[in-house]
């Protein structure tokens, strides 16, 4: 792991840092050292600080108590609502006429909320949540498009105090259902379906087909997205239209003490079952508002665009409550960047005058390959800030971005952080760092982070390791849902006192940091994370698979391509109609995201001794590689038969 020296790669002569842009610098909010300093000389009461600008109903005794690690509490006895810092806060304020969110749907309608528009439909809903039965600390499972209903939902979740448990709505109904048994959630909120480049997908009767099997579900609330047809089990469904019509809008926001839940979300581990990730209320929001303000550097007349969706942490804190508790407007749109033309993102930012665009590098490289006509066919004069996240973006793909789009002068966030870590935590601030493409550059203030050895030592400059974070942060995940022993086990066992993150990096003479992605069996497609293991379960549920071994193939465009190894059951012959029903098996027990790009057959898989499958051979064949060290192969004669099998 530590002997491959990267610390040549971006000499100077490579390629000079960029440094902010002078106009830029000046109307920055961070525009030196000072945040750094205040951090390093006390993190605690840097914190503490940070917390002044959230409102609490009462404050808190302490900022971090550490006693008994790694359970970490956070501004302990701090009574607060999120919701109610999101949203009653900012009108009171007297932004009740701002913007918060501009949505904009796949076919152009268009629908614009204000702080108290928003607030009122939020109380609205809370209202029908608690007649509903949902009480404070109950489970709500969300399973939407990107429409404002799926924010409203999640706002009146944290309103009275319920968890929610936002499902990407790419996901699978099986996917769905796992997540749903796992929280134990009574109400889902769903619509009748999707947009999706033009053509309409169900998701009410969709479900439909698992909720006889999710005991807990009490209510489902169908938003009438689409006009796709449903049916309505008495009693038990209910569209959002009928109960919102005469609900009260004057629901008062519960109090939260700090450390009571916030949400779940699930993301892929190492097995095949995912991890209910769970975050709690003060920390939380003290860690994205904090972040939001000062990565993003946020301006009181920002219209801001993030392209994730809300099923993904980066929807969570950077779509909803980073920039609402900031007092920010927000704008969301439904689709998909090349429908109904390879322009759209580019003709929203010019329609919308959006200032700020955060997006994935997998869309980035998608961009660049389409072409510049279509970004330089539009203005995106408005444009003075870009951020990028979700896998490391390779220095093409930043150069690509800073010039095509942000016409070289808007800086780019490159932010390195976690469905786990809640917030970002290795980030330039725009208005300061000198950015170099490639790297997430350094820790935000208030995070200690460091590369080791397998040893837990330090690594040297250059030098590969493994990402560790040092010390606890405000909105870290206080647990795995109803799972202690994952926790301690996935996060805290390898190193003694040290977070792990999963993630390779190494660190330039700068100090900067350059994360070279996981070192587990976890898989970055396109920005999003899916576990080798999860794949793997789904094909051999298939009834023709004996085994199965999944690899991540590096991608062009996603990163990773999920790559299948198979041997299937006596009976069974591999061909080309088996291969594309097992990757439509793998979409029904995933969604489509988890699709194996390829999937070769194969009499036996590799192994080790000890019967762990070697998935580095495997990747090694599936590049075309020459073959490492071998010699802990139970059968070496696998090798050469999967290396036939895959050249035909
Ligand atoms: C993993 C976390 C954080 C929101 C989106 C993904 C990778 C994320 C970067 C970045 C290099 C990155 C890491 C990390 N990652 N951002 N800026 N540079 N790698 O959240 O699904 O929890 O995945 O995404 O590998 O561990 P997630």
Redesign the pocket.
């Known amino acids: 792991m530590t002997d491959t020296n990267h610390g040549d790669m971006f000499s100077e002569e490579h390629l000079k840092p960029f440094l902010p842009d002078q106009a830029f610098k000046a109307r920055a909010l961070i525009h030196d050292q000072a945040l750094y300093r205040k951090a390093e000389a006390d993190r605690l009461s840097y914190w503490a600080e940070m917390a002044e600008n959230i409102e609490w109903i009462n404050k808190w005794d302490q900022v971090l108590d550490d006693s008994n690690p790694p359970y970490y509490k956070w501004f302990v006895n701090g009574k607060l609502n999120v919701a109610a810092n999101c949203l009653d806060r900012q009108v009171d304020k007297g932004l009740g006429n701002k913007k918060a969110l501009i949505f904009e749907g796949e076919n152009g309608d268009c629908t614009t909320l204000t702080y108290s528009d928003l607030l009122k439909e939020v109380s609205k809903f809370s209202s029908v949540l608690a007649k509903l039965g949902v009480n404070k600390g109950d489970a709500v499972t969300i399973w939407m498009p990107m429409v404002p209903e799926a924010i409203i939902t999640m706002l009146a979740c944290t309103r009275i105090g319920a968890m929610h448990s936002v499902v990407f709505g790419g996901f699978s109904p099986e996917a769905l259902k796992d997540r749903i048994l796992d929280s134990k959630s009574k109400v889902l909120v769903t619509a009748d379906g999707a947009f999706r480049r033009g053509k309409t997908i169900p998701m009410k009767s969709a479900a439909d087909e698992v909720l006889q099997n999710c005991p807990s579900i009490e209510r489902v609330v169908i938003v009438e997205r689409t006009g796709i047809p449903f049916e309505k089990v008495p009693n038990r469904d209910f569209t959002w239209t009928e109960l919102i019509s005469g609900a009260e809008s004057d629901f008062k926001a519960v109090i939260m003490d700090a450390e009571d839940p916030l949400f779940i979300l699930y ?2 581990g190492t097995t095949g079952k995912p991890k209910g ?1 769970l975050h709690t209320t003060g920390g939380y929001l003290v860690g994205v508002n904090a972040t939001f303000r000062y990565v993003f550097d946020h301006k009181e007349n920002d219209i801001y665009w993030c392209t ?1 969706d809300i099923g ?3 929807g969570h ?1 950077y779509i909803v409550y980073g920039p609402l508790s900031n007092g920010s407007t927000v704008f969301i749109y439904e689709g998909v960047p090349d429908y109904p033309a390879k322009d759209r993102f580019w003709e929203l930012i010019e329609k919308y005058k959006i200032t700020v665009f955060y997006t ?2 997998t869309a980035i490289r998608s961009f660049m390959r389409w072409g510049n006509q279509f970004p330089d066919g539009c203005n995106l004069g408005s444009l003075r800030l870009l951020g ?6 390779n220095p093409e793909a930043w150069l690509w971005y800073h010039e095509h789009i942000g016409k070289g002068h808007c800086p780019i966030v ?8 809640g917030m ?1 935590m ?2 330039p601030l725009p208005g300061v760092t000198p950015l170099k493409p490639g790297s ?1 550059t350094n820790t935000f203030p208030g995070i200690e982070a460091d590369v080791v050895d397998d040893q837990g030592r330090p690594t040297k400059t250059g030098q590969r390791g493994f ?1 560790v974070i040092k010390s606890p942060w405000p909105a870290m995940l206080r647990t795995l849902y109803e799972d202690h022993e994952r926790y301690e086990y996935t996060y805290w066992k390898q190193y003694e006192g040290l977070y792990f ?3 390779g990096a190494w660190k330039d003479a700068d100090g900067y940091f350059w ?4 070192v587990d069996d ?1 898989l ?1 497609v396109s ?3 899916i576990g080798t293991m999860e794949v793997e379960s789904a094909l051999v549920d298939h009834h023709s698979v004996a085994e199965a071994a999944v690899i991540g193939k590096v991608h062009e465009i996603k990163g990773h391509a999920i790559t299948a190894f198979v041997t299937l059951k006596e009976g069974f012959e591999g061909s080309e109609q088996l291969a594309q029903e097992l990757k439509k098996h793998v979409g029904k027990m995933i969604g489509a995201i988890a699709r194996p790009e390829e999937i070769f057959f194969t009499y036996e898989l590799p192994k080790t001794r000890s019967g762990k499958i070697m998935r580095r051979l495997l990747r090694d064949i599936a590049e075309n590689r020459e073959l490492g060290d071998v010699t802990t192969l139970m059968d070496p004669q696998v090798v050469a038969s999967i290396k036939d099998g895959f050249k035909e």
């Open positions: 993301s892929s990730i994730a993904w942490i980066t804190s994935a590098p990028s996240v979700g896998e490391p973006i490159d932010t390195w952080w976690q469905t786990e870590t970002i290795i980030t997430a990402l993150t999963g993630d994360i070279m992605g996981r976890v970055n920005g999003h994370r």
